[in-house]
């Protein structure tokens, strides 16, 4: 019997949204610009579940009612709503977003497709999209820039820098995150995201990966975003 491969599991679709001005690095350079997890902490947004995040680079959030706080032989009553643990260490995680569509996703939206958010709008003007194969390629491209900067070195046993964000119940989640966890408010984004620690500076890193003119096609991002993705069949 032939094993059908999970399409939640297959990402057709690669999309980084971005300013008109950042395009030609990205393009030329595969400019990179990473901030930092304290950065997305701590940015402002006008709406709520954009950019920023202040639950960004949690290490745990636990139900109050299903944990107990001690203090030395005292225990604490009283917590209410989420108790959640941070590791200081956490914030300079430098992290880099893109929207990766599974075809999961897109059969799951029905047959009028997947509509991409409006709120994408916001992070730019321009929505550069990497295709098919190409992601296997630009998945290569980056793990060799990675791989060749002494810089970057990740803390993961599994050594693990890029992956898709799964998202959580922010009241129903029990347990521990990492760099890779969102709470649900955020799915929208279909976030894959790039994750590591560096040694060079505090702040942002400008990590380039090399020219990607070769596997990337450039969009107006409400001319994409207007239009829905859909599987359809060949032989139709």
Not at 53 to 78: N, P, R
Not at 161 to 185: C, N, P, W
Request: hydrophobic letters at 35%; zero cysteines.
């Amino acid at each position: 019997m032939l094993e059908v491969e999970d399409p939640n599991k297959i990402f057709r679709v690669l999309i980084k949204f971005m300013d008109e001005q950042h395009v030609d690095s990205f393009l030329n350079e595969g400019l990179l610009y990473m901030n930092n997890i304290d950065y997305f902490k701590n940015y402002e947004d006008v709406d709520v579940a954009l950019r920023g995040d202040v639950h960004e680079g949690l290490a745990a959030s636990y139900k109050s009612d299903e944990v107990t706080i001690t203090l030395g032989e005292h225990v604490i009553e009283g917590a209410v709503g989420k108790v959640d643990l941070r590791y200081d260490h956490e914030g300079d995680t430098n992290i880099y977003s893109m929207t990766k569509v599974s075809d999961g996703k897109i059969l799951d939206a029905g047959e009028n497709g997947l509509l991409l958010s409006e709120k994408f709008s916001s992070f730019g003007n321009r929505a550069v999209l990497i295709g098919g194969s190409n992601i296997v390629e630009f998945e290569r491209r980056l793990k060799a820039a990675v791989s060749s900067d002494e810089n970057i070195y990740t803390p993961r046993e599994d050594g693990i820098v890029a992956k898709q964000i799964s998202y959580l119940d922010r009241e129903q989640h029990h347990g521990q995150m990492d760099t890779f966890d969102k709470f649900d408010d955020y799915a929208w984004q279909h976030e894959w995201r790039i994750a590591f620690k560096q040694s060079k500076s505090n702040g942002a890193y400008p990590l380039k990966i090399g020219s990607l003119a070769d596997i990337a096609q450039v969009f107006e991002t409400d001319s994409l975003i207007s239009q829905p993705l859909k599987l359809v069949p060949h032989n139709l």
